[in-house]
């Protein structure tokens, strides 16, 4: 009997994680509820691209009707899914904006249709809803604004998240980067749905405006709805990357002004034999196979001619000592195999990524997951500058609280500055000349 139980619950967060509709009569739009349930946000920022998502209540057909012009009097509207046939779901309405020009600012306005589904012949919309708001938007490019700001380790705490998110409204950076830990471990899609599209603080719509990248962390691969996180944020744009890298949904290559930012991912922070995980994650040969990407990344004109490379991945890729400050790396039982695993696999990050990164001279990679911030100056065997954002936790004397990490073009030089929003001041800044390649 509780086996049985047990799988009918999984069955049932299946299907909610997948946005299975077959069956449910659910999904017919509730009259009393909204069926626009949360502002857009702003994805995958680029620069001929922009991805738009926002939240509803019922099975819906999303739309953004987007134009050039402040009143949209020239708006040309592209529904979620693409061609063929569009997409309908009841949780997240998912469009693409592609043709745009890069550094380009653009106007747009979000709808849905809600969609009474009986069969593949019996269909119809019911309503059709406009958000009367106008926000904006401006893609990637060289002839971008040079900044950017970086969150990380998250993990749906939304007092150090809200502080988080009015640092970036007060800087206005051309783009945020969301390196990893945004989640916990979910089972529900709804879960997800709230921490992106509708996260309990005041400002809501805080990635309407400025559009977000980012990275995994490993926190995001694990439960069954982060299994399928694309369907709350959406891969890159599939002409981002070959064939050969079709799996790679998650890496960047982005130019923002005189900055070119690199994303990489490192996977869960586990060995893939982990017995926990039952051999169910390949984080090894992912991130093997991100190296040519990688290579050909670094080559890219827009990339190769960039001043400034900052580079952004979830899991430090240096430690001094990776028993010192592990974070949540070491499970608290955790022997001395466990540690010998970390090294191990920190070290194999580090050969893979890190020659081609100082062949490019990357100035300064910026990674996250140990909630505690620090700074890493370079090395006569590791040129570049590493730094790695606090946490969610919000405890001075030890030295924990959350980070906003900008960075920006001044006089050609990038400055770094890291703030302390416990303190609500510059906990350290950095400034980086033009770079090198080796």
């Not at 799988?7 to 009393?32: F, K």
């Not at 749905?193 to 603080?201: G, K, Q, T």
């Not at 991912?265 to 991100?290: I, N």
């Amino acid at each position: 009997m509780i086996a049985a139980a047990a799988a009918a619950n999984e069955s049932a967060a299946w299907s909610q994680a997948v946005g299975g509709t077959q069956g449910r009569d659910e999904h017919v739009v509730a009259p009393s509820q909204p069926l626009i349930t949360s502002a857009p946000m702003l994805q995958n920022y680029a620069e001929t691209s922009m991805g738009v998502a926002f939240a509803v209540s019922g099975l819906a057909n999303g739309f953004v009707s987007y134009g050039l012009k402040p009143d949209l009097g020239d708006a040309v509207t592209v529904k979620c899914g693409g061609y063929r046939v569009t997409d309908i779901n009841p949780h997240v309405m998912l469009v693409r904006l592609t043709g745009l020009l890069p550094a380009t600012t653009y106007y747009y306005r979000i709808g849905a249709d809600a969609i009474d589904y009986k069969g593949g012949y019996n269909m119809r919309v019911t309503d059709t809803v406009v958000d009367p708001r106008i926000y904006s938007f401006t893609t990637a490019g060289a002839k971008a604004h040079s900044s950017f700001c970086i969150i990380n380790d998250t993990h749906a705490q939304w007092k150090p998240f809200g502080m988080a998110v009015d640092k970036i409204a007060q800087l206005a950076p051309a783009c945020v980067v969301w390196n990893g830990d945004a989640t916990n471990c979910e089972e529900q899609m709804d879960s997800l749905v709230n921490i992106f599209l509708r996260p309990d603080i005041e400002r809501n719509d805080y990635a309407a405006l400025v559009p977000y990248l980012f990275c995994n962390g490993n926190h995001d691969c694990r439960g069954m709805a982060s299994r399928h996180l694309e369907r709350v944020w959406m891969y890159r744009q599939p002409e981002e990357r070959a064939a050969r890298d079709w799996d790679l949904g998650r890496n960047f290559a982005v130019r923002t002004g005189d900055i070119a930012l690199i994303g990489l991912d490192t996977g869960e922070d586990k060995l893939d034999d982990d017995p926990r995980f039952a051999g169910l994650f390949s984080s090894g040969p992912y991130r093997e196979a991100q190296v040519a990407w990688l290579r050909d990344a670094l080559q890219r004109p827009y990339i190769s001619s960039a001043p400034f490379l900052v580079a952004i991945c979830h899991i430090p890729l240096f430690d001094l000592d990776p028993k010192a400050n592990p974070g949540d790396i070491l499970p608290k039982d955790a022997g001395d195999d466990y540690d010998t695993d970390y090294a191990s696999w920190q070290r194999t990050c580090a050969r893979l990524w890190s020659p081609l990164l100082e062949q490019a001279g990357c100035q300064l990679v910026i990674t996250a997951h140990q909630h505690k911030y620090r700074y890493d100056a370079p090395t006569a065997t590791r040129p570049w500058v590493q730094i790695v954002g606090g946490g969610p936790e919000m405890n001075l004397e030890a030295g924990l609280y959350p980070t906003v990490i900008e960075g920006s073009v001044n006089q050609s030089l990038l400055r770094i500055r890291v703030h302390n929003l416990l303190t609500d001041t510059v906990q350290e800044q950095f400034t980086f000349a033009p770079r090198r390649k080796n």
